[in-house]
């Protein structure tokens, strides 16, 4: 991931990520990570020597104090090489550590970001319980205050990094504190406190290398000061952790896809069909600018999700990346594994192992169609609020129609249709990574990235008009699953 | 349960419908999103319940700056009193 805006930082990224890029080819074998269902003890110490942990960590603690965009290219090199790694990297730079940098007090940040810039402690992050995912107010971890400490009872589920963390930030109801009669709160915890244990690994479809476990806390008594932040301030908190983890998970979906797009060119030009290779061929042609255009546009929207320095923004940019590249990724390694025909379906490849890997950037981190609701409704708020805007590209003004269309027919009851908010969310984020890939091109004005930004547009068009005018409706759904219909609210 | 007949516990009431909180735990300054857990989404459909539950002609721009169950209730209130104008 090539920095589209250089700046003084940008020299010090590149120097660490051809540093990455040399370990990785060295020491980094993602076929033996997948069939060991491990990563190496000495690739995580060799990351950490190269001062991978603390990129985004502050420099009085060790860390390098980069950027998130500077995270994301590191992260980006990594998923080149594995995504199991790229997760794990991920995750401690954004979910694990972002709380703990942004609200922690300074006696927090002593106890623990020295080891975590490091690498000595990796960090972990959690909000999955078994009976809530996307919905925080549904949380049954419960902390309460018990003196001087808060007493923890619950289960989370599906933790990153679970079976070799060194600090967990979680997300625990804590009603009653702050003030707040239901609030959510985030706690730092130790592997080593009582009544906190770690469960058994999670056997998983991808990912394999990288540690996915519940957590199981059983009148856990953590002292009074692991509260991160305010207390009961949690969901303000989580919000912009968890467009950093969308954002830095949409990186590792670029680096993914820029793997296979290089396998497949490469595949592509020497072997031959037809008496011609296959890249000479028309309709392989057009799928592989379509899966260059793809990578650009994916590219192009986690950059310019990176450099939004508005809370606000960051959030709906990153609801947009986390879907765009998810989606991105696997699509650009399922036509990989086409394209290499018969080979692709053989582990050796590699495509395969990719394809696998990033089905989960779909549903983690929020799962897409939850996430696309969430956008659907952003965008209608703003465009309500704004009006149709003059002198936008003329797929920016076919969003404003649909979602102005939207409320003037529905007015708020839009809100109560969510399927509606995911057409619309749908179409925002096709729209949005069409504006990052557009203005990217721009910045170049190379004729190859015009290119890929005008594929991108005509895409963006498609979604729209797909978006706009929906396949299936509330009586034909209802009809399907033999269902009587009963009003909008099921 | 029957919907009460008075504003305030009206929109308590249908407050309680969304979020796991008792309606006698739901106090006017609470934040929707903060205290009660809402996100922008519910929080949205707990303002398109209201506009169909009270028939008020609310748009998206109106609800802008409601962010408390008290300013929940109060917008039902002006909404209400517009509509009887």
């Known amino acids: 991931m090539r920095a589209d805006v250089v700046d003084e930082r940008t020299e010090v990224v590149d120097a660490l990520r051809e540093q990455v890029r040399r370990f990785c080819e060295r020491?980094?074998?993602?076929?033996?990570?997948?069939?060991?269902?491990?990563?190496?003890?000495?690739?995580?110490?060799?990351?950490?020597?190269?001062?991978?942990?603390?990129?985004?960590?502050?420099?009085?603690?060790?860390?390098?104090?980069?950027?998130?965009?500077?995270?994301?290219?590191?992260?980006?090199?990594?998923?080149?090489?594995?995504?199991?790694?790229?997760?794990?990297?991920?995750?401690?730079?954004?979910?694990?550590?972002?709380?703990?940098?942004?609200?922690?007090?300074?006696?927090?940040?002593?106890?623990?970001l020295p080891k975590l810039a490091s690498g000595e402690a990796i960090a972990a992050f959690s909000t999955t319980e078994p009976g809530a995912g996307s919905d925080l107010s549904s949380l049954r971890t419960v902390a309460k205050e018990d003196g001087a400490h808060l007493v923890v009872d619950g289960e989370k589920s599906y933790v990153t990094n679970g079976g070799f963390a060194g600090l967990f930030t979680v997300a625990v109801s804590t009603p009653g504190l702050g003030g707040a009669q239901r609030g959510q709160s985030l706690v730092l915890v130790e592997p080593t406190d009582p009544g906190f244990s770690v469960q058994?690994?999670?056997?998983?479809?991808?990912?394999?290398?990288?540690?996915?476990?519940g957590l199981v806390f059983e009148n856990a008594r953590l002292p009074r000061e692991r509260l991160l932040g305010e207390p009961g301030q949690g969901p303000r908190m989580l919000a912009h952790i968890l467009s950093w983890g969308r954002t830095l998970m949409s990186a590792g979906c670029c680096g993914g896809a820029a793997y296979c797009l290089d396998k497949t060119v490469a595949h592509a030009q020497q072997r031959t069909q037809f008496g011609r290779p296959l890249a000479a061929l028309d309709?392989?042609?057009?799928?592989?600018?379509?899966?260059?255009?793809?990578?650009?546009?994916?590219?192009?929207?986690?950059?310019?999700?990176?450099?939004?320095?508005?809370?606000?923004?960051?959030?709906?940019?990153?609801?947009?990346?986390?879907?765009?590249?998810?989606?991105?990724?696997?699509?650009?390694?399922?036509?990989?594994?086409?394209?290499?025909?018969?080979?692709?379906?053989?582990?050796?490849?590699g495509v395969a192992m990719v394809l696998r890997d990033v089905r989960v950037t779909r549903i983690f981190e929020g799962a897409n169609d939850v996430l696309l609701?969430?956008?659907?409704?952003?965008?209608?708020?703003?465009?309500?609020?704004?009006g149709r805007r003059h002198s936008v590209s003329e797929v920016e003004a076919a969003l404003d129609d649909f979602a102005l269309s939207l409320h003037s027919t529905h007015k708020l009851r839009v809100f109560r249709q969510p399927r509606l908010l995911h057409a619309l969310g749908a179409?925002?984020?096709?729209?949005?990574?069409?504006?990052?890939?557009?203005?990217?091109?721009?910045?170049?004005?190379?004729?190859?990235?015009?290119?890929?930004?005008?594929?991108?547009?005509?895409?963006?068009?498609?979604a729209v008009a797909r978006a706009s005018t929906p396949l299936t409706d509330d009586t034909l759904v209802h009809a399907a699953l033999g269902l009587e219909r009963t009003g909008a609210r099921p | 349960m029957n919907a009460p007949a008075?504003?305030?516990?009206?929109?308590?009431?249908?407050i309680s419908q969304l979020v796991p909180v008792k309606p006698q735990d739901i106090k006017p300054e609470q934040r929707l999103r903060d205290d009660l857990g809402m996100d922008s989404v519910s929080s949205m459909e707990l303002l398109s319940m209201l506009a169909e539950d009270f028939e008020l002609d609310v748009g998206v721009e109106d609800v802008a700056d409601v962010h408390t169950v008290g300013q929940t209730i109060e917008l039902v209130k002006v909404f209400l009193a517009k509509k009887a104008a």
């Open chain 1, 27 to 112: 020491e980094v074998n993602a076929r033996d990570i997948d069939a060991a269902a491990r990563i190496p003890k000495a690739v995580l110490e060799g990351l950490g020597a190269l001062g991978v942990f603390g990129v985004t960590l502050p420099e009085a603690y060790g860390g390098a104090g980069l950027r998130l965009e500077d995270a994301c290219r590191l992260v980006d090199e990594l998923a080149r090489h594995d995504r199991s790694v790229a997760v794990s990297v991920g995750l401690h730079l954004g979910l694990g550590t972002r709380g703990l940098v942004r609200y922690g007090t300074a006696a927090q940040h002593e106890r623990w």
């Open chain 1, 200 to 213: 058994r690994e999670e056997h998983k479809l991808g990912l394999k290398g990288s540690s996915t476990t």
């Open chain 1, 283 to 349: 309709v392989v042609k057009e799928r592989l600018a379509l899966m260059h255009a793809r990578h650009f546009a994916m590219e192009a929207l986690v950059l310019a999700t990176a450099r939004q320095q508005d809370d606000e923004a960051l959030a709906v940019h990153s609801l947009a990346a986390k879907v765009f590249c998810s989606e991105g990724a696997g699509w650009v390694a399922d036509e990989a594994v086409q394209l290499h025909g018969g080979l692709g379906f053989i582990e050796e490849t």
């Open chain 1, 373 to 386: 609701t969430h956008l659907g409704t952003a965008e209608l708020t703003r465009r309500a609020s704004e």
């Open chain 1, 427 to 462: 179409a925002t984020a096709w729209v949005m990574a069409s504006r990052a890939a557009t203005q990217r091109a721009h910045l170049t004005q190379h004729p190859t990235q015009l290119a890929f930004a005008k594929l991108v547009e005509q895409q963006a068009h498609a």
């Open chain 2, 6 to 14: 008075n504003v305030d516990a009206r929109v308590i009431h249908l």
